[in-house]
């Protein structure tokens, strides 16, 4: 396997300098001058001049790119035009967060999807297949940011059991050394502020969640209803395993597979949706932090985050592909 990790290694590296040109060209050919938006309204055309070559916006295109380049491979992204702070540790501080977030909302859609998959399949042509079929196409049909929407009447208007804004909080003692909070305080066995954070988290991981969990559930039992006609399920039957057993020791696995590819395809679309979804829910993550950073025009800012959303797309699609050469022996031996 050592071939084919090196050969998506090489085209992560292609894949990464094409995100970098593009996103470093786009957001100046866009509208709108940052330094002038920094700048207190009385500031003359020299104040502007002066803090446009401080932060090397007066050089030619190509000139820009290449020291940004530069300073990327030393791991130095740059200094937030509007937050006067180093880039990498701006976008260091607010990526776990981003990941619990993504990570927990994964977990819920393949629980949901996981077990609404099972229970059609093993209720295939009984009305129970037409009601999860009914449920995908509804939570499907509802994006997540109005998803989001939803929970927020419900469960912090009209029943107020979640917390509705922020990731934790701070009142609360936070002793916290990663920015993993949640794991964290598992860890620590501080369950009161794993109590805390999962109030604030829940929300939005099932906003993200649902669409997602009626993707896997259609896949998933579409697989199922496949597999289950094939000779080695009928030979379980007949040696007395009941459907629900059929299902999960030997049809599972196999039906399976497919989804595993489909998972990491949308978890980078997950990741991707956490931008609005943090924003609704003003949730401290890296895709709160974009927005913030697009409206302001700090193209520092923009660039470490867009680049950093790439490496992690990037990552979980190699992850993904080598999870599906493990399990499938096919592929392994082949």
């Known amino acids: 396997m050592l071939k084919p990790i090196l050969i998506r290694l090489a085209s992560m590296g292609v894949t990464l300098v094409g995100v970098a040109i593009v996103v470093f060209v786009l957001i100046r050919v866009a509208p709108g001058n940052p330094i002038a938006m920094m700048l207190p309204p009385g500031a003359t055309k020299a104040d502007i001049a002066r803090i446009t070559a401080l932060y090397g916006l007066d050089k030619p295109l190509f000139e820009q790119f290449w020291i940004w380049a530069g300073g990327v491979l030393r791991g130095d992204f740059g200094v937030s035009i509007t937050l006067r702070q180093p880039v990498g540790d701006l976008v260091l501080s607010r990526l776990p967060a981003t990941l619990e977030l993504s990570l927990l909302a994964l977990l819920i859609a393949l629980l949901i999807g996981g077990c609404t998959a099972i229970l059609g399949a093993r209720e295939r042509g009984r009305p129970v297949e037409a009601a999860v079929d009914v449920f995908n196409g509804a939570t499907l049909s509802i994006p997540d940011f109005l998803w989001g929407l939803l929970l927020i009447l419900l469960f912090g208007v009209i029943w107020p059991i979640f917390h509705i804004s922020g990731r934790v909080s701070p009142q609360l003692d936070l002793p916290f050394v990663t920015g993993f909070y949640l794991f964290e305080s598992l860890v620590r066995l501080r369950f009161d502020l794993a109590a805390d954070l999962l109030l604030h988290i829940l929300m939005p991981a099932l906003a993200l969640a649902l669409p997602l969990a009626a993707i896997l559930s259609q896949l998933l039992k579409q697989g199922l209803k496949d597999t ?39 978890f980078t679309f997950l990741i991707g949706g956490t931008v609005i979804v943090e924003r609704l829910f003003a949730y401290e993550g890296l895709g709160n932090m974009a927005i913030d950073a697009v409206i302001n025009r700090d193209l520092p800012l923009i660039q470490g985050i867009v680049l950093t959303f790439a490496c992690l797309f990037i990552i979980i699609n190699l992850l993904v592909d080598l999870a599906y050469t493990l399990l499938n022996p096919r592929l392994r031996h082949g």
């Open 228 to 266: 289950l006609q094939l000779d080695y399920t009928v030979l379980a039957r007949v040696r007395g395993f009941t459907e629900t057993q059929v299902i999960l020791r030997e049809a599972l696995r196999n039906a399976a597979l497919p989804t595993l590819t489909l998972i990491g395809v949308q």
